[in-house]
């Protein structure tokens, strides 16, 4: 009988580190941590580069779950699980529009391959508070989300690569049912966000769990955003970015000064490290608000991906296919995972909703 084995792509980044501490708890034995520099990583480890087939194929040898941790070019990794009929999740996936994945959802459905799109704390936390917040109303028209971020948190490599990579792009917004075409950090709102966060200015933020609410739950808006601490630095990113630095970033100009810029700042403000999340579900007049509050959010989005991971693990997710977080993790059992790791998620009325 071949070896279940969980494969953590990444498994010794800032988030992957601590998922592999994580789910070896849970499994022991059987957490496999692999990337191109194995010998970072404690434990049981294997080589991996995501952008070579064949590496990938000996490292998917034995292995029943992948966790992706690492942004990736393309959707190599992705493919070969879904060929080998395994079950797949990742923190940074690629924006795959509909019409992409419907060939990996027949190609799942042959192989068995059981695969969650996105994890983590947005898309994935996000996700499954956004799920049970629509399962209040019955029906959802609108969808808003917003992520508190403190600077002086700790961030991996790939973060910031995202940061960098996205923030000169236009992508698709859905609003009263139209498509619109939005760039990151361009159209603001004053956000309540729980205690002792409190009101922020969040801008429009790429990502990606906003662009499949309308597909996955029908919501004819959906929109999210970002605010950051120091509450300056949001409102000096939008007034840059509107006055010359997206197009400098766009064309690869200005982001090593930026990261600098970002590393100093880090550093002045170590001692932030808070976190909030707040989802706005609205439809037939009412509102339902569901809220995380909490430090540390490379801890957070670690118990994020790990609750999907024991989901898909634990063949609680049995169908095979390609699903986001939304359509396939049962929100009371992914609520008590988080709560394991002292994370309790609010979500009510307005009046209830809020600490």
């Known amino acids: 009988m071949t070896a279940r084995n969980i494969l953590i792509v990444g498994g010794y980044g800032e988030v992957g580190a601590r998922l592999a501490a994580q789910l070896e708890a849970c499994e022991p034995a059987r957490v496999l941590v692999a990337g191109r520099h194995p010998e970072r990583a404690s434990g049981r480890t294997r080589h991996i580069d995501v952008e070579d087939p064949s590496s990938i194929e000996r490292a998917l040898d034995g292995v029943d779950t992948v966790v992706a941790c690492v942004r990736q070019r393309g959707a190599a990794l992705l493919r070969a699980a879904v ?54 109303l019955g029906a959802v028209d609108a969808i808003e989300s917003a992520l508190f971020l403190s600077l002086g948190d700790l961030y991996g490599v790939d973060s910031m690569a995202f940061l960098f990579e996205e923030i000169s792009e236009v992508y698709p917004v859905t ?34 769990d906003q662009l499949y609410y309308p597909e996955t ?40 000064a930026a990261r600098s810029l970002l590393q100093h700042l880090r550093a002045r403000y170590a001692s932030r490290d808070r976190f909030a999340l707040v989802v706005e579900a609205r439809g037939r007049g009412r509102v339902v608000r569901a809220s995380l509050v909490g430090r540390q959010q490379a801890q957070v989005t670690a118990s994020g991906v790990a609750a999907i991971t024991e989901a898909l693990w634990a063949r609680e997710v049995s169908a095979p296919g390609v699903w986001l977080a939304e359509q396939v993790i049962e929100p009371a059992a992914f609520f008590a995972r988080l709560a394991a790791h002292g994370l309790t998620p609010l979500i009510g009325e307005p009046d209830d909703a809020r600490p």
Not at 83 to 99: D, V
Not at 110 to 125: D, H, K, M, N, S
């Open 175 to 208: 609003i009263e049912g139209q498509p619109h075409q939005t760039r990151a950090f361009e159209r603001m709102r004053e956000v309540d966000f729980p205690s002792p966060i409190g009101r922020q200015r969040a801008y429009t933020m790429p990502f990606r």
């Open 83 to 136: 060929r080998r009929g395994l079950a797949y999740t990742s923190i940074a996936p690629p924006w795959m529009p509909s019409r992409e994945l419907a060939p990996l959802r027949d190609e799942a459905a042959r192989t068995g391959a059981r695969v969650v799109l996105a994890a983590g704390l947005e898309p994935g936390i996000s996700s499954v508070m956004t799920r049970a917040a629509a399962e209040r």
């Open 217 to 256: 739950l029908g919501a004819k808006t959906a929109i999210a955003r970002i605010a950051l601490d120091p509450p300056w630095l949001a409102p000096a990113a939008a007034a840059l970015l509107r006055h010359g630095l997206r197009p400098l970033l766009a064309r690869g100009g200005g982001s090593g």
